[in-house]
């Protein structure tokens, strides 16, 4: 028989040249994932940071790493400690970093070693607007994510804010490797609708694995 699609996880979708959604490569690691994270949230708990605007973003972060990236009246910016609570960033749990650089690998980007892990949190209506990701010094490395909890409509832009986007639905377990030429381009999360994940209730999470310095 033709077999177009097997339907065994995890399976891989390019997307752009350099980036590759990994499709459910995390579901096997899920839970254990969403217990750290309430780990690390238990020590720097997420926080909803003021933007340079001065608005307050709707999408809850905090971070694990050597480095965590936040916002305030100043600018953007990587950091060493969590300027909320005062202390450094609680370490990288060794399997977010090997799930990571597995993903890396798997893309095409081995040797990628991250030094950092942003941890977005997202409630119904949370949305992050079109932006590029160029606060890191490599810009050579890529960026890996991780999406856990209620789906989310992902969009993928180019390389001008106006320029045409696509639409890509990320749902729990989804990896997506950001490299090369797609390291720059434009993305955002729509508003996220409300629903209720088995794991994660009212929330989607996403993890950020980058290389700050
Ligand atoms: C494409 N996070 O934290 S992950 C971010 O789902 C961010 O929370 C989104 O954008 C989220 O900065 C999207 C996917 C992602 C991350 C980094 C990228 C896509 C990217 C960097 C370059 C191009
Ligand atoms: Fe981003």
């Not at 991250?114 to 890191?136: M, S, V």
């Not at 106006?162 to 090369?180: F, K, P, Y």
């Not at 381009?185 to 950020?208: D, E, M, S, V, W």
Request: proline share 7%.
């Amino acid at each position: 028989m033709l077999d177009l699609f097997s339907g065994e996880a995890p399976w891989s979708e390019p997307l752009a040249e350099g980036a590759q959604v990994l499709r459910r490569y995390a579901l096997a690691q899920a839970d254990a994932l969403l217990a750290e994270i309430e780990n690390i949230a238990a020590l720097n708990p997420f926080y909803h940071r003021i933007t340079p605007g001065g608005h307050r973003m709707s999408v809850a972060m905090t971070n694990c790493g050597d480095f965590g990236w936040s916002t305030n009246a100043r600018g953007y910016q990587y950091s060493r400690e969590d300027e909320e609570s005062g202390s450094r960033w609680p370490p990288m749990p060794a399997l977010f970093r090997s799930l990571a650089v597995a993903a890396a690998k798997e893309a095409g980007f081995s040797g990628f070693n991250p030094d950092a892990c942003l941890i977005n949190r997202y409630e119904p209506g949370a949305k992050l607007t079109l932006h590029q990701d160029k606060d890191e010094k490599d810009l050579r490395q890529p960026i890996v994510s991780v999406s856990l909890g209620l789906p989310a409509i992902f969009q993928f832009g180019g390389f001008e804010r106006d320029a045409a986007t696509q639409r890509i639905l990320l749902e729990h377990g989804d990896v997506v490797v950001w490299g090369g030429p797609s390291r720059l381009r434009y993305h955002g999360i729509l508003p996220l609708k409300a629903g209720i994940h088995p794991q994660c209730g009212a929330f989607r999470y996403n993890l950020t694995f980058r290389r700050a310095f």
